[in-house]
């Protein structure tokens, strides 16, 4: 390719074609968040959406489900019917999607696309949607039928720390390392450690004053030395353009701040192979400005920007395009194959005229099964009845025959369209004919029961708005067996670009359920909503409430089976329901941990009170914890923790039971600010009535340790541990506790290897890396390597290269010594024409790590 090819190959929206070399065009910016919703089939525009694909719960319902199988199986499905509509079934194949930055603010407007406020619970479920992405096993290996090929490409984002609207362009995510690292980017190391995403989405905000789309130590210092990230970066788009639109960037050193030709230069340099073009963008991207960068030998914080920066990363664009097998023969690659199967090819067209034929019921039923799951039973008290019984008033009481009456009262229980959350398909008539919403659901459910019971739709609300409550409905509900109010918030409330600023429920809802609730005692309160929202007004008026997030099209079907007691619940919540937000950081305050102006955030740290604690969430049934037992009371810090314990249905109903395992630090001292108590584990077990089931876990104690900042490093701390066996976060919630004595240091192992190759004479030049070398030169191969406490050793960044620690061996090996040979001493030389790939190997005190590079040598 020549400079200015390869450039063109850097764009989101599109990468252009290049017929002489059989090259395509390609569409990177596609979404599949909750099912396929769009996919880059056009040419510098934002991604076009997709019609009629099926529409799955958002990523917190799936977060409260606490079922990362669950997860898999849906991802698997949503990845399938990727590889149906794709162009030619193999184009476009790259999503953007997941979003794993944490739900630690209630005000956030997307908190509808993260999973949760933890980073374990979020790792855990988040790799099992990149492995079902990926077409990869659970434990994130190559399937056997794969063949080798990827089904799709995910994207982990948004890379790091963006999540407040108002600011997210240009604001700026200010912390210490040990938050960034034990907070923030957690999760993002765990999914690349456990799944090996295709590729992370740096955000438009500063991390401490540097743009995260340019930023050395975010990119190439964490995310590829320390984590072993392997794939692509792209910009959120048009983050590039905002290092210069929007923050003004000057970098130190720098005369100004950045243009066009040098905001591309400090991105490509630093990491950012893919420029997201679209967006918020002007006419500037890297397809007309890498070569003038380039032109111009612009000084950076990696060396002077020239086309072997541009070569590194179309090595990696281009390794992940030859992953799903676009430039191989159709029939060698099974994901093609199965989707021809499932669907003709061709006979797929984005408009109604699909007549939604991918919304399978196959599909259609796990995106009830995972509503069903995500679903919180908030609170469920006895209700006294006419004939003088008291009883819970869920699952809701239908009689096989005779008289029943419910009243389904509310604007979202029966909406003119149905909200699916952000990043969701467009749903045509055939679409539409697919869904179910909250009044429908109940209808026929009820029904089904008893088909002599009737089952009304009230609005709640004038008609239009919701801004007052509809008198007629409150007198209509006084006249019904039982009550269900729909309540809920959709894009008006929170979304993209905008936060909450209040935690009410939109316009008159919350006045809507009191009255209800005062003409009828048996009044059941579900919330289907961005997040937590404002409670206190009606809490203590209604017996029974649930709450799920944006749940899917089939979300009155989830809605019934849990009301009708069909499916108990099992359903979590996956972050702290405040109490009072004033007790909160500003939303643009990235702190975690309590201050003298604050009680910090999460589960973790927030000292306030909460209405419902992370994890918390009641059945249908009951459940008893026993026998909790632990593998050694006294661990070495490098040591493994294997936690077991009975858990027992003492109920007369199946469920599922979410068993939590958190670890405190009771004795640790006040100014080390330890976490109140961390999330280690957790499992979802189900059980007959009076059914027990021994769960066991495992915790590595090297896990247990907190960053000092101090030392640049993790230290585990010496002294006791509690483990708690518990249901929620809660303290009144622990089931079983004992405690651990940790001891001792945490015994470095080499963790991730990473290559940065040069030739001789590079250093001098500027040049920081390359792919392609001239024949008979020695390589450098500026290996990184990363121990299991963070630290770091070789090349890091320029100018901060370390000594491997004494004792650390190094071993290359070529498979083609013909082209690149090492010799006795470990020397690496290029020898001739061709390309080779070298292996590197470190070991340590009996450990190893290893990595591969290519050299193509010209």
């Given amino acids: 390719m020549t400079l200015q090819e390869k450039a063109s190959e850097m764009n989101s929206s599109q990468a252009a074609a290049i017929p002489r070399l059989g090259i395509a065009a390609y569409g990177w910016w596609n979404e599949a968040s909750h099912g396929v919703a769009a996919e880059q089939t056009a040419n510098n525009v934002n991604s076009p959406g997709v019609t009629n694909t099926t529409s799955y719960p958002v990523d917190l319902s799936m977060g409260s489900t606490w079922n990362p199988a669950l997860m898999y199986k849906e991802a698997g499905m949503i990845s399938d019917e990727a590889r149906e509509v794709v162009r030619n079934n193999n184009l476009d194949l790259s999503f953007y999607s997941p979003t794993v930055n944490l739900s630690r603010d209630p005000r956030w407007g997307r908190n509808d696309e993260s999973f949760s406020e933890d980073p374990l619970l979020t790792g855990a479920i988040a790799s099992q949607f990149v492995d079902g992405m990926e077409g990869k096993s659970p434990s994130g290996t190559m399937l056997p039928g794969s063949d080798g ?25 200010d912390m210490d390392e040990r938050t960034l690292r034990e907070y923030y980017t957690a999760q993002f190391r765990d999914l690349v450690q456990q799944s090996g995403p295709a590729a992370i989405m740096s955000s438009y905000n500063e991390v401490n004053g540097v743009p995260a789309a340019a930023d050395v130590h975010l990119i190439d210092e964490l995310a590829r030395e320390t984590f072993g990230f392997q794939g692509y970066f792209t910009s959120d788009c048009d983050a590039v353009y905002e290092i210069q639109a929007g923050h003004h960037w000057q970098p130190p050193g720098a005369s100004a701040p950045l243009d066009a030709a040098g905001r591309t230069a400090y991105a490509n340099s630093a990491g950012e192979d893919l420029d997201c073009n679209q967006g918020y963008h002007d006419g500037s ?47 060698s690659v099974p994901w093609v194959a199965a989707a021809r199967a499932r669907l003709a090819p061709g006979t797929w067209v984005n408009s109604d005229a699909n007549n939604a034929v991918t919304e399978t019921p196959a599909r259609l039923a796990t995106a009830r099964q995972s509503g069903d799951q995500s679903i ?20 809701l009481k239908v009689p096989s025959s005779g008289a029943f009456k419910v009243a389904v009262i509310g604007y979202y229980a029966n909406p003119t369209s149905m909200f699916l959350g952000g990043y969701a398909s467009r749903q045509g008539p055939a679409g539409v004919a697919k869904e179910v919403n909250g009044y429908n659901g109940l209808k026929t459910a009820i029904q089904r029961i008893d088909p002599d019971a009737t089952v009304d739709y009230y609005p709640g609300v004038t008609p239009g708005t919701l801004a007052s409550v509809d008198a007629a409905s409150v007198k209509a509900a006084a006249n019904y067996d039982a009550v269900v109010v729909y309540a809920g918030t959709d894009g008006s409330t929170s979304s993209e670009d905008h936060d909450r600023t209040s935690l009410a429920l939109p ?36 017996p029974a409430m649930l709450w799920s997030s944006y749940n899917g099209e089939r979300k ?15 359903g979590r919540l996956p972050f702290t329901w405040y109490q009072d937000i004033t007790k909160l950081p500003p939303i643009g305050d990235y702190t975690i941990r309590p201050t003298a102006s604050d009680s910090g955030r999460t589960y973790m740290y927030y000292s306030g009170p909460v209405s419902y604690p992370f994890g918390y969430g009641l059945s249908y049934t009951d459940f008893a914890y026993s026998h909790l037992k632990v593998s050694s009371r006294k661990l070495d810090a490098n040591g493994t923790l294997r936690v077991g314990a009975d858990v027992t249905n003492t109920g007369s109903t199946a469920g599922d039971e979410v068993a939590q395992v958190y670890v405190t630090t009771p004795d640790a001292p006040a100014a080390l600010q330890r976490p109140i108590k961390r999330l280690e584990a957790f499992t979802k077990v189900s059980l007959r009535p009076h059914q027990t089931k021994h769960v066991t876990f495992t915790i590595q104690v090297p896990k247990l340790a907190f960053f000092s900042d101090q030392a640049n490093r993790y230290q585990v701390d010496d002294g006791r541990y509690g483990i708690q066996l518990s249901t929620s976060s809660a303290d009144a919630d622990i089931q079983a506790q004992t405690f651990v004595h940790v001891s001792g240091k945490l015994t470095p192992t080499p963790m991730t290897v990473t290559a940065r190759a040069v030739a001789a004479g590079d250093a001098a030049q500027g040049i920081s890396q390359r792919v392609y070398f001239p024949d008979h030169v020695s390589v450098d191969p500026q290996l990184t390597v990363a121990m299991s406490d963070d630290t770091l050793y070789g090349y890091i960044i320029k100018g901060s290269s370390t000594a491997l620690p004494a004792g650390m061996k190094v071993h290359y090996r070529s498979n083609r010594p013909d082209v690149v040979a090492v010799g006795p001493s470990g020397t690496v030389r290029t020898l001739g024409s061709g390309v080779a790939t070298v292996s590197a190997t470190v070991d340590y005190h009996g450990k190893h790590a290893s990595t591969q590079f290519v050299v193509d040598v010209q």
């Fill in 285 to 331: 991207n890297y397809a007309n400005t890498v070569p003038t960068a380039v032109g111009q030998h612009i000084q950076t914080q990696t060396g002077v920007y020239n086309e072997n920066d541009v070569d590194v990363s179309l090595v990696r664009l281009f390794t992940a395009r030859i992953e799903t097998g676009e430039f191989d023969n159709e029939a």
């Fill in 149 to 173: 090929y990827l089904k799709t490409l995910p994207t982990l984002k948004h890379f790091a720390a963006n999540n407040s609207e108002y600011n997210r362009l240009t604001g700026t995510s």
């Fill in 556 to 570: 009155g079907e989830s809605l019934a089976d849990v009301v009708l007691g069909d499916y108990n619940p099992s």
């Fill in 376 to 395: 919180v039973l908030l609170k469920n008290d006895p209700v006294k009845q006419q004939n003088g019984s008291t009883t819970k008033l869920l699952p």
């Fill in 507 to 542: 316009g008159a809802q919350s006045q809507l359920i009191s009255q209800v609730a005062a003409v009828n005692p048996n009044t059941i309160v579900y919330m289907e909503t961005v997040g937590e929202v404002d409670v206190t007004s009606f809490q203590n008026q209604v």
